[in-house]
């Protein structure tokens, strides 16, 4: 469920006009529904309410500090994977001990920020890491809570590019080697062995995945057990999918997915944490963009929009399905073209979707690409120097921008010629 509808013949968030926003702000931009993102976050809540937990919402989804503010107001931890995404936890007002460092790569620097800013546990994927994180620590004369991510080689069933849980994925350290790993870690100065991570990947449709990864999990974390290691909090992962086609088969509920993690964990009496990120985020956004022209090719009609894939790449780039309505609610019963629907930028690719059937629309009209909250404007870019768009944030029936879309004087100030040039 989203809170973006059809009111008297035009599509609203919550108790706006889409088309007033576009009036007061232009297009294209990105809207968020702070109704929606907050149910999002309740209902994952909900479904781990049975004992501990911890909701960490993953930032890298959209990480608007806004958007973070408003679910760390209501009690949501957050999970980072960079310097700068703890950055934007803190700038939110996130204490340190909530939140979580995940990510293949932290450097030396991120960790040093991280301890020193407060950390509530590293999630560590490899040896080196680990090395490097207890040196670190120890020069800070400081104590870093780590759990292992360990790989359970087990299919998400997902787009082999957000695929994370597999032998041959980088993320990870074998489940197998898992106990002699966690015998260095316990060696280590300076780290401080807290529980086991996992996660299998993005965008998981099936729970199936889950149950194999977890019934893993559940064994190590036993062995581990009575091999010394203290071992009381299991961190997840997220990736629960939502429906990005109206007509495909509805993902799992969160309640369900709650439902798994106390049949298949709930006897070990741990915390759990999970990090999800696009079942919060993603319906909870819109990418809304004005249609340019209406060209009528050799065998194919296009709609030429304003945005593009430098504003919303996952077409581009997973081949990914985005629902695309107009913000003139059609009239029910009208008769659908096939259109490409696309954008200005020279690539081919700038495609956001292929004889896509459509009721009426022209030149000057807007649409709405929804379920585009997450991984949207987060991994937007600058490319054909065409201005980031702006991002805004509805609550009931007020509107506010969270981020200002740059002038291009703006943009090019940024380069520098040298004084030899």
């Not at 350290?173 to 260095?184: D, H, K, M, N, S």
């Amino acid at each position: 469920m989203d809170h973006f509808l059809y009111r008297q013949g035009r599509l609203h968030a919550e108790d706006v006009a889409i088309a007033e926003i576009a009036t007061t702000v232009g297009t294209p931009f990105y809207c968020y529904s702070s109704a929606t993102l907050l149910r999002h976050f309740g209902l994952f809540e909900d479904a781990l309410n049975w004992g501990p937990h911890l909701v960490c919402y993953a930032v890298k989804a959209a990480s608007n500090v806004a958007i973070l503010k408003l679910l760390a107001d209501r009690g949501a931890g957050m999970d980072v994977v960079s310097g700068g995404e703890y950055a934007r936890a803190k700038a939110a007002g996130v204490a340190g001990e909530r939140i979580v460092f995940s990510g293949v790569g932290k450097t030396r620097e991120e960790m040093r920020q991280a301890l020193e800013g407060g950390i509530r546990q590293f999630n560590v994927e490899s040896e080196p890491e680990l090395v490097a994180l207890s040196e670190v620590a120890r020069a800070l004369n400081l104590s870093a809570p780590i759990t292992l991510r360990v790989n359970p080689d087990v299919d998400a069933m997902t787009h082999e590019k957000i695929s994370t849980g597999r032998k041959e994925d980088k993320f990870g350290i074998p489940i197998g080697r898992a106990r002699e790993i966690y015998v260095e870690a316990a060696s280590l100065p300076g780290i401080e062995v807290v529980g086991i991570d996992v996660h299998i990947g993005s965008q998981v449709t099936d729970l199936e995945p889950y149950r194999q990864a977890y019934r893993k999990v559940a064994a190590l974390t036993e062995t581990l057990r009575a091999d010394g290691h203290r071992i009381e909090r299991l961190d997840l992962g997220g990736g629960l999918g939502i429906p990005y086609e109206t007509s495909n088969q509805q993902p799992p509920l969160p309640s369900d997915y709650g439902v798994l993690v106390r049949e298949e964990l709930g006897h070990l009496g741990c915390e759990i944490e999970i990090e999800p990120g696009r079942l919060i985020a993603g319906n909870a956004g819109i990418l809304v963009s004005r249609v340019i022209y209406l060209k009528h090719g050799e065998g194919r009609d296009f709609l030429i929009l304003d945005g593009a894939m430098n504003d919303l790449t996952r077409p581009a780039m997973y081949g990914a399905w985005h629902d695309i309505v107009p913000v003139n609610e059609p009239t029910p019963g009208v008769e659908r073209r096939p259109y490409d629907i696309v954008g200005p930028v020279c690539e081919s690719g700038d495609t956001f979707a292929k004889a896509r059937e459509m009721p009426p629309v022209g030149t000057g009209d807007l649409v709405a690409i929804r379920s585009a909250g997450a991984y949207g404007a987060v991994m937007a870019s600058e490319y054909n120097s065409r201005p980031l768009v702006p991002e805004v944030l509805v609550q009931g029936d007020h509107f506010a921008v969270i981020r200002a879309r740059p002038t291009l004087e703006e943009m090019i100030s940024r380069d520098t010629v040298p004084e030899w040039l």
